[in-house]
């Protein structure tokens, strides 16, 4: 079985940080690409950053200079580095990654169970 679980969100004032985690554990081979999105009430659920096993990384174009994500392999952990926070960043935001559990198995997409991030005066 595996388990993303995430960290970090809260409540931020406008041009604050926030660090979110995310920690997948269980049985893992190996993890392709890891990834936050986020979501509002009402609308879809929408990519904000993604990286690759080789480290290659894509931003939303609302987040790009602002928001940073990086990897550690070893931890199995993927890090969003949120700067600049502004109000229209509140969200929740969900960890994913395509995970393979047998070295001889294709990746499944596993989903964290999100984290509120508001940004508000």
């Known amino acids: 079985q595996v388990q993303l679980v995430e960290s970090g969100g809260g409540l931020v004032q406008p041009g604050g940080s926030l660090r979110l985690s995310c920690a997948a554990s269980g049985s893992i081979f190996g993890i392709n690409n890891m990834g936050w999105y986020r979501q509002t009430p009402g609308k879809q659920r929408e990519l904000v950053a993604r990286?690759?096993?080789?480290?290659?990384?894509n931003y939303a174009d609302s987040v790009k200079g602002r928001f940073t994500i990086s990897r550690d392999n070893a931890k199995n952990t993927v890090y969003l580095q949120m700067s600049s926070l502004k109000p229209e960043d509140t969200a929740v935001y969900y960890c994913?990654?395509?995970?393979?559990?047998?070295?001889?198995?294709?990746?499944?997409?596993?989903w964290g169970q999100g984290t509120q991030v508001t940004v508000s005066p």
């Open positions: 990286v690759t096993s080789g480290l290659s990384t």
């Open positions: 994913n990654a395509d995970i393979r559990t047998r070295p001889w198995s294709s990746a499944q997409n596993y």
